[in-house]
């Protein structure tokens, strides 16, 4: 029988909670649909860093790298460890160490839940650059803590990031409704955006089936807000697609719902697979974490194992957990009792 060997990191706060629900849920799946998974959990976090002075061990990368894929559950507790030192120790080195370049995040109100827009006709798909750019870390400080301390943050983009991450958007729009929409800020910054803008240009001449526009990251945050449902495919550099994806959060009914995929699209290294939701230690422990976040990245990490006859069930079964009314408003349902109905109505 087909075994996948799956790496967990439940990580910090909800995160351990929503990790075992959505575990729940894939092994279920699997049993349902001929196939098996192999997890091994491991406890890197902030409590680890705590203890041991790193996110993860000297051969965390390596370990991982043996896996078909990753499932997180959230990092960070800011009291503490600053976010700063979580968000490098951990998230940004396995990204990078993969070649995750492609951050994948899907925008739909589900059966049950009420947007905060009056629209509910809206189906977008956020593709964020993740490997270099804003996030890049190339920079430093000097003279600190004098009155002439300087800090300097350098935006890095290559021909190769960019290429690959716009190429990946039109694939996708192009398996979709056949609309792309990318997203600069060429008017202001006019190397980095203005070099995004222009292989933009270039590409859309091999992909003629697909409609391309480009809008300003101030733009597209109107746009998303007052005619989502004009968008199909939104492809955005490393900052952009981190603030715009947010925003996709809110307007599905909340970051409850905002799953995520960290794509290696050659495969030639794991893919991570997380809700993007945070650790919110306010809610720690109180069993009263949404997992359908947790739940539907797992469907994404399904899919794209190649299992999307489970994946389907999967998301069949959060839409029918939802339309119930259970999990479809924050926080008035408990972890539990989401799980067990994602469960049930699951085949």
């Not at 351990?16 to 406890?43: C, H, I, M, Q, W």
Request: net charge neutral.
């Amino acid at each position: 029988m087909k075994t996948y060997k799956i790496a967990l990191l439940p990580g910090d706060g909800i995160g351990r909670d929503v990790t075992e629900a959505a575990k729940a849920v894939l092994e279920k799946a699997a049993a349902r649909n001929g196939f098996l998974f192999a997890t091994s959990s491991y406890p890197w976090s902030c409590d680890y860093y705590l203890e041991h002075g790193s996110m993860m061990p000297g051969n965390g990368i390596k370990t991982l790298s043996s896996f078909d894929a990753i499932l997180l559950g959230a990092v960070g507790w800011p009291r503490k460890v600053p976010d700063s030192v979580s968000l490098h120790g951990l998230l940004l080195p396995i990204r990078k160490a993969f070649v995750q370049y492609a951050n994948i995040r899907p925008h739909r109100l589900l059966p049950g839940v009420q947007g905060p827009l009056r629209s509910d006709k809206f189906d977008i798909l956020c593709i964020r650059e993740n490997t270099e750019g804003e996030y890049s870390g190339a920079g430093g400080r000097v003279h600190q803590g004098t009155d002439s301390e300087v800090a300097v943050e350098t935006s890095i983009f290559t021909r190769k990031g960019v290429e690959r991450i716009l190429r990946f958007g039109f694939e996708q729009a192009r398996a979709r409704r056949g609309k792309l929409a990318s997203v600069t800020k060429s008017n202001a910054q006019r190397y980095s955006m203005v070099f995004w803008d222009e292989i933009t240009q270039r590409l859309s001449a091999e992909y003629p089936d697909v409609e391309v526009t480009s809008y300003h990251i101030d733009a597209m945050a109107a746009r998303m807000v007052m005619a989502p449902d004009s968008l199909d495919v939104v492809v955005a550099s490393n900052l952009f697609g981190d603030i715009l994806t947010d925003l996709g959060a809110a307007i599905q009914g909340g970051l409850g719902f905002a799953a995520s995929a960290n794509i290696n699209p050659d495969r030639s290294a794991p893919s991570m697979f997380e809700p993007v939701h945070g650790s919110a230690p306010d809610i720690a422990h109180l069993g009263i974490a949404n997992p359908i976040a947790a739940i539907w990245s797992g469907a994404m990490m399904l899919e794209h194992l190649g299992e999307t006859t489970a994946a389907a069930k999967v998301m069949a079964a959060i839409e029918a957990t939802t339309a119930r009314g259970i999990g479809s408003v924050p926080g008035k349902d408990r972890t539990d009792a989401i799980t067990s109905a994602v469960l049930s109505a699951l085949d």
